[in-house]
Structure formats: C-alpha cells, structure tokens
C-alpha cells in the first residue's frame, strides 16, 4: 500500500523555487495561446464550438513572455505552446524565438494539429523549436472528417511531412483512441514508428468538457489494452527509459526507428513526478489537469503588479495543486467546466 505524503506546509523559500505542497518542482509551462481552433474534434470540442474569449481578455505575447522570465528565475526551464491550435494564432514564431531567448528557459516545444505547420514549419525552427507534438487520431481521410469534423485529413498529413523535412527531432504523434471509433488503427499507427523515426503515444481518452459518463466510458480505452494489442502483433516490446516527470511509458518494437508509447492520464496516474502547471489564454493558471481549480493571474498582472508578486501568486495557485489527479471524481460531482481547448491540453 503506498504510504500518504504529508503536505509540506508553504513558506517564502518556496517561491524560490517553484515547489508545490507535495515537494514536486514546477520546471514546465505549457501556454495555451489562444482557446480558438480550425478543428472540432469530437473529444475536445462541441460541433458548434464555444463562445471564445474576447481578444482583449487574451495575454499578449508581452504578457506571456514576462510570466515566463520571472518563472524562469524560479526554475522554469520549459515551455510547450498548446491551445486550442496555437498556430492560428499570429507570429508564434516570433513569440517562441523570444522564449527561447529568456535566460533559464532550456526548451521551447509546440502541441498543433499540424494542419499550419507547412506555413511555420522553417520559422518555428529559426525560433530554436526544435521538438513537435502532431495531433493524429486516424490514417483514414473520411475517419479524420468525421473525428476532427472537418475534412482536413491531407493538410494535417501534410503538417507531419513538413514537421519531417524540417528536421523536428523529435516528432510525436499524438493519438486520442476511442472504442468504436479508431481503436482498430492501433496497430496501424505502431506500423509507422518501423521505417521512420515518429514516436507514436496514444492517449487515454480523458473525460474533460461536456461528456457524460456513460459516453466516456463507453468510449474509453485503457493503455493497458493497448500494450497487450500492440504485444499481440509485434511481440514482446523494449521498454526505453524515460525521466520521472515523463507522462508516458516508451516503447520500441524490435528493429523500429521510432517508438510507440502510452499516456495514461486515469488508468495509471503519472502524478508521483508531475512537473507543470498550465497558463490559459484568458491568463488562468490551471495547477492539475483533473480538478476545475483555476487562480486568476491575469488581473494582478494588469494591474501593475510587481515580478516578485507574480512569484506569489503563482506559488499560491501550487499550493491548490493536488497530489493525485482524479478525473472520475471530478466526473461524479458534473464534470470540467472547461473544454480541453480552452485549458490547453
Ligand atoms: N490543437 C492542438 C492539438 O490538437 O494538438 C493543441 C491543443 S489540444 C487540446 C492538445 C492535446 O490534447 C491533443 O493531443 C489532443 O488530442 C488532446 N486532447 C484534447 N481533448 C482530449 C481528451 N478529452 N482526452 C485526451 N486527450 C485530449
Ligand atoms: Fe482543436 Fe486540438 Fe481540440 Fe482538436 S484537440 S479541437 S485540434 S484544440
């Protein structure tokens, strides 16, 4: 039986260094730019979109890159730029070349649907971007349209050639599988990962947004199915090694240049080395993934508030950082009140 931490109690030190209650550093940020989108994939979300944040309610990349140097004196050292889509967003290259030039700051990484890539692919990697994580849930062109719902299966194919000629190293397919809906392409995607170097992670399906629990479970796949399906056709797979703040287990099928992993947000949580905390684009920062808590950053900043200021908010917003992520109980007591797209995922 595991043994129950005891919460640390919070003192200044700790806005040294960005530690939460649980004694886990904060080293990574992943900022969503924007909580608008060019797709309306089914598990993120609803067909007629959400009322999106007014422009003036969305931080500047001013505002973005202030939180980021004032976090990076306190032990940030990366940045993953999310959404929504963030490349519908304008000059996110620019805003990522700034980022990587903050002192602190050793990685700047980017989450997209791909389906823009092929017209930031050589800015993003002028900015210093050199890793990519590439949405992909089907190798089906009429599957896609039907997942995404709209038919943009070409261009987000498109987006992974381009992520692929521009040398991102390392490209990351992100893969979200639902019973009934692309589970049989398992093994598909795993193909992939043989004759070039794209790392394959398939995703727990996470109940976030407006899902009700008989739907998600109905839908939900669980790694440990995936593990025993990929194990089925390929044979025993090789564990890589992966640090403790990693989300995922890897996996290399024998003689493959790339690799297959799982994300397992509810089957076996990864909560033991979480390392991050999310900012949103109305500038609320989101401690956990599984819990509806979110700190308010956006009004102290426009108000003038001082660098040290921000070190105590944010070390505020971590001490409501739970130890444990507990997306089912969320899901008894009625669910997120945000959609993915608009957390940052
Ligand atoms: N638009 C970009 C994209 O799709 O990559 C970035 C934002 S998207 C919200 C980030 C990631 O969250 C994507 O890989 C997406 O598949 C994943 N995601 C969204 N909703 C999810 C859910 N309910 N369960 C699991 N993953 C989800
Ligand atoms: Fe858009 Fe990404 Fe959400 Fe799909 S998963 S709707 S691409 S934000």
């Given at each position: 039986?595991?043994?129950?931490?005891?919460?640390?109690?919070?003192?200044?030190?700790?806005?040294?260094?960005?530690?939460?209650?649980?004694?886990?550093?904060?080293?990574?940020?992943?900022?969503?730019?924007?909580?608008?989108?060019?797709?309306?994939?089914?598990?993120?979300?609803?067909?007629?979109?959400?009322?999106?944040?007014?422009?003036?309610?969305?931080?500047?990349?001013?505002?973005?890159?202030?939180?980021?140097?004032?976090?990076?004196?306190?032990?940030?050292?990366?940045?993953?730029?999310?959404?929504?889509?963030?490349?519908?967003?304008?000059?996110?290259?620019?805003?990522?070349?700034?980022?990587?030039?903050?002192?602190?700051?050793?990685?700047?990484?980017?989450?997209?649907?791909g389906?823009?890539l092929p017209?930031?692919a050589a800015?993003l990697r002028?900015?210093?971007?050199s890793r990519v994580?590439i949405?992909m849930?089907?190798?089906?062109?009429?599957?896609?349209?039907?997942?995404?719902?709209?038919?943009?299966?070409?261009?987000a194919h498109a987006g992974i050639a381009s992520a692929i000629a521009h040398g991102f190293d390392p490209i990351k397919l992100?893969?979200?599988?639902?019973?009934?809906?692309?589970?049989?392409?398992?093994?598909?995607?795993?193909?992939l990962t043989?004759g070039q170097p794209l790392h394959v992670?398939?995703?727990?399906?996470?109940?976030?947004?407006?899902?009700?629990?008989?739907?998600?479970?109905?839908?939900?796949?669980?790694?440990?199915?995936?593990?025993?399906?990929?194990?089925?056709?390929?044979?025993?797979?090789?564990?890589?090694?992966?640090?403790?703040?990693?989300?995922?287990?890897?996996?290399?099928?024998?003689?493959?240049l790339g690799?297959?992993?799982?994300?397992?947000?509810?089957?076996?949580?990864?909560?033991?080395?979480?390392?991050?905390?999310?900012?949103?684009?109305?500038?609320?920062?989101?401690?956990?993934?599984?819990?509806?808590?979110?700190?308010?950053?956006?009004?102290?900043?426009?108000?003038?508030?001082?660098?040290?200021?921000?070190?105590?908010?944010?070390?505020?917003?971590?001490?409501?950082?739970?130890?444990?992520?507990?997306?089912?109980?969320?899901?008894?007591?009625?669910?997120?009140?945000?959609?993915?797209?608009?957390?940052?995922?």
């Amino acid at each position: 039986m595991p043994i129950p931490k005891i919460p640390l109690p919070m003192s200044d030190s700790m806005t040294d260094n960005l530690s939460d209650k649980w004694g886990r550093r904060i080293e990574y940020l992943r900022v969503s730019l924007t909580d608008r989108c060019n797709l309306r994939c089914v598990y993120c979300m609803p067909e007629e979109g959400v009322p999106y944040e007014n422009l003036d309610n969305v931080l500047s990349f001013d505002e973005i890159e202030r939180v980021v140097r004032v976090l990076a004196t306190a032990g940030l050292r990366k940045v993953r730029l999310t959404g929504g889509e963030p490349l519908v967003r304008k000059n996110v290259p620019e805003l990522a070349a700034r980022l990587n030039a903050t002192p602190g700051v050793r990685e700047v990484t980017l989450t997209t649907n791909g389906i823009l890539l092929p017209r930031y692919a050589a800015d993003l990697r002028r900015a210093g971007v050199s890793r990519v994580n590439i949405s992909m849930d089907t190798l089906k062109p009429e599957r896609f349209a039907e997942i995404a719902r709209r038919p943009e299966y070409a261009r987000a194919h498109a987006g992974i050639a381009s992520a692929i000629a521009h040398g991102f190293d390392p490209i990351k397919l992100n893969c979200v599988l639902m019973r009934g809906v692309n589970d049989d392409e398992i093994n598909d995607f795993a193909r992939l990962t043989v004759g070039q170097p794209l790392h394959v992670r398939f995703l727990e399906y996470m109940p976030i947004g407006m899902v009700t629990p008989p739907a998600w479970r109905a839908r939900y796949v669980s790694n440990e199915e995936v593990l025993t399906r990929l194990t089925e056709e390929w044979g025993e797979l090789e564990p890589i090694e992966s640090d403790a703040a990693s989300t995922s287990r890897t996996f290399r099928i024998a003689g493959a240049l790339g690799t297959v992993g799982v994300i397992n947000p509810i089957s076996h949580r990864f909560c033991d080395g979480c390392n991050r905390l999310r900012l949103t684009a109305n500038g609320r920062l989101v401690p956990c993934l599984s819990d509806n808590y979110e700190y308010d950053l956006m009004t102290p900043l426009r108000a003038g508030c001082t660098d040290a200021d921000i070190l105590h908010h944010v070390a505020d917003a971590l001490t409501h950082k739970p130890e444990q992520s507990d997306f089912e109980g969320r899901l008894g007591k009625g669910g997120s009140l945000r959609i993915m797209a608009q957390i940052g995922g």
